[in-house]
RNA sequence: AGCCUGGUGGUGUAAUGGUAGCACAGAGGUUUUUGGUACCUCUAGUUGGGGUUCGAAUCCCUGCCGGGCUGCCA
């Protein structure tokens, strides 16, 4: 891309107030964000447009940007998930240097701005139950009341502080909370809790501390710590920004600018991180990295390629409004980049054996095949030929409708890099299930043209019967009928709008020889089907899985369902 | 109900006072040894009503609709 084309690529409006800030000279004109997820889930895709987000921008404006783990809840965070995060950041292909930081570096110095607060006047501790703090909240019309315990003196609160820390008081018997304003409109302003006991061993920290803070003193705190400039996150932290604002101003620290906007929402799917542990809990899939998550491990597995998310996270664009998007434009952004990287292979899921009567048994010769007609490089191979094949079912009818370009009785065909063959008889099995095709084949069609230059429209793939690999291929569709599951109707949980036929299971495909040599994720076009990979949970047995990443368009099918 | 926030083709996103554009999806076609790819054409939109203005998707008023908020989750 060059500088002119840059400029005319017109910016979200993120990008926007980014790019103004630098050349206002604000932060001296440093650019720094920060990709902070919490460990309790494995990433998913809308944590690659968040991630995409703030890589990005660090890139575009000469920055940086932070991995920092969330770490400020025990209860659900688990090494597991961290290690998990940084396996997918960087298999989306994203660099954060020598910058991992976990918001528990900052235990510390957030208690140590807690005592200042408490100093200040500005925080105290209170004893109130959770109902009771609930109660007194007050709701979305009425303000709420003050607690019993605000007016604590600074010793009494700096003393009691200093007790829930050593472990003195109970679970949930003592908070620490700011004086903020009881009857602010805004919920999150009506006192927060800064500090909350919890008996929990911390994977970091192990059981040194006995308080731990909430989301909302630790993650303006950890941006302002981390020099962080521009705070980039979902809409529903729209509400908690007064308070992010107000605690880096009531402790006087650097300012970070906190911007919200829409997360991505795809239709077909669930997009939360409580949802799918359901999901995976419940056995609804096979873990978090089944093929048919969302989560990115689950769409590696399934033989999603980083570039294929990242344009994809590109593609869906940003802003404030609320956004559901078509699962069609993800699988156009898989297609789209498999299409130039995969490279072909010849494969039938439903086989049919096709005798080709005219051919000398025993022989067996070699033809040439494209290994990538999008990309020059990629080569040809040679795939054994034989008297004896299979194709696939699919391209078989007896009795054909109009414009149906494959076999058919007394019709012919091109097998792809092979010959030309013509259906002559068609031999059936006791059930009256077509068991076998007996055909004859142009010896002068060698290649896939024949010297007299007829026209044959319709050409197949094949497997040869000799040589062809047996495997097992996992079908994945879908993982829910029901275009916006988040939402079904009232008193219907989402998952009763699981698609019964998210994973369809071909036990006996056949595919050409040179499938055996793929790599573990290593993309393939199975011609004319679609696009395949092998699954990274292989059979001791040695036998191959392979996983359909994305079928090929089919407008064919389309046309012949009206 | 109160507060916050948002409304541009089916979906998503541009245009910030001056020709409503792009992508996906949909329809049709050309090319093709993948009914793939590529290419071409078409369909389709500014939430309603007022106002300001020579001119409004854009500014103002008002209605309507969607989303968020009453965790010691993040």
């Known amino acids: 891309m060059n500088e002119s084309e840059k400029e005319e690529k017109p910016l979200d ?39 995409c987000l703030n890589f990005g921008i660090a890139e575009e ?36 240097e020598e910058r991992l930081f976990h918001a528990s570096d900052y235990f510390g110095q957030l208690h140590d701005w807690a ?36 007016d604590r003196t600074v010793e009494e609160n700096l003393d009691l502080f200093q007790q829930m820390k050593e472990g003195a008081f109970d679970e949930g018997s003592k908070t620490l909370r700011a004086k903020i304003d009881m009857s602010s409109p805004n919920l999150n302003l009506r006192d927060p809790v800064l500090y909350r006991i919890l008996d929990q061993e911390h994977p970091r920290t192990g059981s040194v501390w006995k308080i731990y803070p909430s989301y909302d003193f630790a993650h303006g705190q950890s941006d302002s710590i981390e020099g962080i400039t521009h705070s980039l996150c979902t809409l529903e932290f729209e509400h908690h920004r007064p308070l992010y604002d107000w605690f880096c101003e009531n402790l006087g620290i650097h300012h970070p600018q906190q911007i919200e906007f829409a997360r991505l929402n795809l239709n077909y799917t669930v ?27 689950g769409m590696r597995r399934r033989g999603f390629t980083a570039q294929a998310i990242k344009n994809f996270c590109e593609r869906v664009g940003l802003a404030k409004r609320e956004n559901v998007i078509e ?7 898989l297609r789209d980049d498999l299409n130039k990287k995969a490279v072909r292979r010849l494969g039938v899921l439903n086989p049919l054996k096709i005798t080709i009567e005219n051919y000398p048994s025993g022989q067996t010769e070699e033809v040439d095949a494209i290994n990538n007609p999008e990309d020059e490089d ?31 009785p007394g019709k012919e065909v091109r097998l792809k890099y092979a010959f030309y063959i013509t259906c002559k008889e068609v031999v059936k099995d006791e059930n009256s299930e077509v068991s076998e095709l007996i055909c004859t084949y142009d010896p002068e069609s ?3 043209d024949s010297p007299d230059g007829r026209k044959v429209k319709g050409t197949i793939q094949w497997v040869d019967a000799r040589s062809a690999v047996a495997c097992k291929v996992n079908l994945y569709d879908r993982l829910f009928s029901n275009p916006n599951p988040e939402d079904g109707e009232e008193g219907k949980d989402f998952v009763d709008c699981l698609n019964p036929d998210s994973l369809e299971i071909v036990e006996s495909a056949l595919v050409e020889p040179s499938v055996q040599d793929f790599e573990v994720g290593e993309p393939m076009q199975l011609e004319r089907v679609g696009y395949f990979c092998i699954d990274s949970d292989q059979p001791e047995d040695g036998s191959l899985v392979l996983n359909r990443s994305v079928a090929m368009r089919d407008s064919w099918a389309k046309k012949a369902k009206k």
């Open 446 to 448: 060698r290649g896939g």
């Open 115 to 150: 005592v200042q607060l408490i100093q200040d006047h500005k925080a105290f501790v209170c004893d109130l139950t959770f109902e009771e703090m609930r109660e007194l909240r007050g709701n979305l019309i009425e303000p709420g009341k003050e607690s019993p315990f605000r």
């Open 13 to 51: 409006f993120i990008r926007s107030t980014v790019k103004q800030d630098q050349e206002d000279g604000k932060n001296e004109g440093r650019v720094h964000t920060r990709f902070p997820p919490e460990p309790n889930g494995y990433l998913h895709l809308g944590h690659a447009k968040s991630i």
């Open 61 to 96: 404006f000469n920055g940086l940007c932070n991995l920092r783990l969330d770490d400020t809840n025990p209860v659900a965070e688990k090494t597991e998930y961290a290690q998990a995060i940084m396996d997918d950041l960087r298999w989306l292909g994203f660099d954060w």
């Open 378 to 408: 990629a080569g040809t191979r040679k795939i054994p030929f034989s008297r004896e094949i299979f194709i696939d079912r699919n391209d078989f009818m007896e009795d054909p409708p109009k414009k149906y370009f494959r076999l058919a």
């Open 327 to 333: 699962i069609e434009l993800l699988e156009y952004c």
């Open 271 to 297: 997009m939360s991180k409580r949802k799918m542990l359901r999901l995976v809990q419940e056995g609804h899939v096979h873990g978090w990295d089944d093929p048919r998550m969302p989560t990115l491990s």
